[in-house]
């Protein structure tokens, strides 16, 4: 059982470059999520979606675009990297209530 | 707006000791609160989580929280805190209405052996 899978788990790119993160999870989950870790800021809610064809902005949005291409998938796109979204990405997956959020290993993410 | 906050960035601890973590939390409406530790190098993993009945909750390794309505709190402890403990902590709050998943900044926890 992989769980949340995430890909790549590094990646250096230069000033205006796009790339896509891509996400899957084999756990059935509705409900999926993209967050950024940044030192003493803890995880920022990028987008979320409750469902497949549907996302929400989160906190931290601007920059970002998402799509929820089917219900195991969700893949983050940054149109034109910035030095400002150097992080580590974080794709999570649960169902609502309490159901416990399951996170994917995190994808390094440097701008240089 | 909803939010969570951790008001102790940074702890360190001898072996042995307690540990009491804060976590507050605001948002007016039916609320599923989250721990959650992150081990140095790896990804978040569940500690314990609250959505109702009893306030103590217990979770894995020894750790248990108190969720207190009236204070809008859910602070978590250990008696007594071993090195392998040395990790970061989040609190999390789950929106009923939306079901977003909204963390607090998080505490790093050091134990000294």
């Known amino acids: 059982n992989a769980g949340v899978t995430q890909t790549p788990k590094f990646q250096v790119l230069k000033t205006g470059q796009s790339m896509t993160l891509q996400c899957a999870q084999d756990m059935n989950h509705n409900s999926m999520y993209w967050y950024r870790q940044d030192p003493g800021m803890g995880l920022r809610l990028i987008y979320y979606s409750a469902s497949e064809g549907t996302t929400d902005k989160g906190e931290v949005p601007n920059g970002y675009n998402v799509s929820r291409l089917n219900k195991r998938e969700f893949s983050l796109r940054l149109e034109s990297a910035a030095p400002s979204q150097t992080s580590v990405y974080f794709c999570?997956?649960?169902?609502?209530?309490?159901?416990?959020?399951?996170f994917g290993q995190g994808t390094r993410l440097t701008v240089v | 707006a909803q939010s969570v906050s951790q008001h102790n960035h940074h702890v360190i601890l001898s072996e042995a000791a307690s540990l009491e973590l804060g976590c507050n939390y605001s948002?007016?409406?039916?609320?599923?609160l989250f721990w959650y530790v992150q081990y140095p190098g790896q990804h978040l993993q569940l500690l314990l989580k609250?959505?109702?009945?009893?306030?103590l909750v217990k979770g894995i390794k020894g750790f248990e929280a108190e969720f207190i309505k009236s204070k809008f709190s859910f602070n978590l402890r250990k008696p007594s805190v071993q090195w392998s403990d040395t990790a970061e902590y989040f609190c999390a709050l789950r929106e009923s209405n939306t079901g977003k998943l909204i963390f607090g900044q998080g505490t790093t926890l050091q134990v000294k052996p």
């Open positions: 999570a997956s649960s169902d609502w209530g309490a159901s416990e959020a399951f």
């Open positions: 948002y007016g409406g039916t609320v599923n």
């Open positions: 609250y959505f109702s009945g009893d306030p």
